[in-house]
């Protein structure tokens, strides 16, 4: 899979059910990643809308922005890299715990108020790697261009998205 491959796929979805499917594919297969959500900000919350992964981690549920890493991604408009889940204090290491995540990548979708965040995982306690750090930035950006074009209503699953969020979040 291949940059070129993400903005054909993202340039060709028509709803974001299609974009959430394109972004967990491509971003798992660009970098190599045991594991990727597809996070929408919704209201005060963080709604995993959609996963591919090595196990089950947390689709259709949601988490305050302020409680997630996904959300302190889009509140800070900040990519957040953790070599070990662990050591980092913006982790809720109750709903990690169950899970194979041990390090991770978060970027935010959209700028300068992000709508979305796309996570990447991985089993084992290391730094991700740059060049999958910048695979996921590159996918962001395709992403937030794909969800400007399209009609927001059309997820079923996320009833109360808003596309642009206030800064009051």
């Known amino acids: 899979m291949h940059h070129l491959d993400a903005a054909r796929d993202l340039s060709a979805a028509r709803d974001l059910p299609s974009i959430a499917v394109v972004v967990r594919t491509v971003a798992r297969a660009m970098t190599g990643a045991q594991g990727v959500t597809f996070v929408l900000r919704e209201d005060g919350n963080c ?4 996963e591919d992964a090595i196990a089950p981690l947390w689709k259709g549920q949601r988490f305050p922005l302020s409680t997630c890493i996904s959300g302190w991604a889009m509140l800070n408009d900040a990519t957040a890299v953790i070599p070990d889940i662990t050591l980092d204090p913006r982790i809720p290491q109750a709903a990690y ?7 991770l ?6 700028s300068p108020l992000p709508v979305a965040a796309i996570g ?12 999958a750090v910048a695979a996921l930035q590159q996918i962001a ?19 109360n998205f808003a596309l642009h969020p206030t800064p009051a979040d």
């Open 141 to 159: 950006a395709l992403t937030a261009t794909a969800m400007n074009r399209i009609d927001l209503t059309t997820a079923p699953w996320a009833p």
């Open 47 to 50: 709604f995993y809308a959609d």
């Open 120 to 131: 990447a995982y991985w089993s084992r306690a290391r730094r991700p790697p740059a060049a």
């Open 105 to 110: 990548a978060m970027v935010p979708v959209g």
């Open 97 to 103: 715990r169950p899970t194979f995540v041990r390090s």
